[in-house]
């Protein structure tokens, strides 16, 4: 049997909200607008200043490419990282480096990590090996043409897993560089040309 309805000009009873919930809800709420206050302010005092690359040095040497387009080269570059930052140095926790030739990876290399200070500019040799590269297509063909020139123009790219220290807080993020058309001649009496690279750091 249904109950009886409630006497005429008695509204049914609304469900009441526990104290408890309020008082919990209220607290989280004022801890979001508390940690979006310290982030902005944070933010705002550090004024952080982009991180700049540039490769300062570039040669080959032990270059051999076989009849049946092997290539065996050794590379070694001098990259220039400036942390122009007051309040901001960096671990860098994982360095990679590729050597491509016309989007064909030729090499790639480790670097070891090392910690940049604030305000500190940091030179450092990147040292890779083509053994045995085998090339197709017709880049083969192309890397002979720049060969017989004197230069060869390659892309060095950089992935690195970093942590920026803003005071005792630690930030991870993912740093990419890319130095493209780098033109290395196969003569130092030749020289190199700075080349200045592309920087996206994400989460």
């Not at 083969?140 to 060869?152: F, N, Y």
């Not at 790219?157 to 493209?180: E, Q, S, T």
């Amino acid at each position: 049997m249904a109950p009886p309805p409630p006497p005429a000009g008695q509204a049914a009873a609304r469900p009441r909200h526990s104290p408890l919930i309020r008082i919990i809800a209220g607290v989280i709420l004022g801890l979001i607008v508390l940690v979006g206050l310290i982030v902005l302010i944070t933010w705002l005092a550090v004024q952080p200043r982009k991180l700049k690359y540039s490769l300062e040095q570039g040669s080959i040497s032990g270059y051999n490419l076989t009849k049946n387009d092997k290539l065996t080269a050794n590379f070694h570059f001098v990259l220039r990282a400036d942390n122009p930052n007051r309040r901001i140095s960096l671990y860098y926790d994982k360095i990679d480096v590729t050597v491509s030739y016309e989007d064909q990876v030729v090499s790639v290399n480790n670097v070891h990590p090392f910690y940049q200070r604030r305000r500190n500019v940091t030179h450092l040799d990147l040292y890779l090996v083509a053994k045995d590269a085998a090339l197709y297509g017709a880049v083969a063909r192309d890397l002979r043409m720049e060969k017989a020139s004197g230069d060869l123009e390659l892309d060095v790219k950089i992935r690195a897993k970093i942590r920026l220290k803003i005071g005792v807080f630690k930030i991870h993020r993912k740093l990419k560089v890319l130095c493209g058309s780098v033109t290395v001649p196969f003569y130092s009496s030749k020289g190199f040309e700075r080349v200045y690279c592309d920087v996206d750091i994400d989460d």
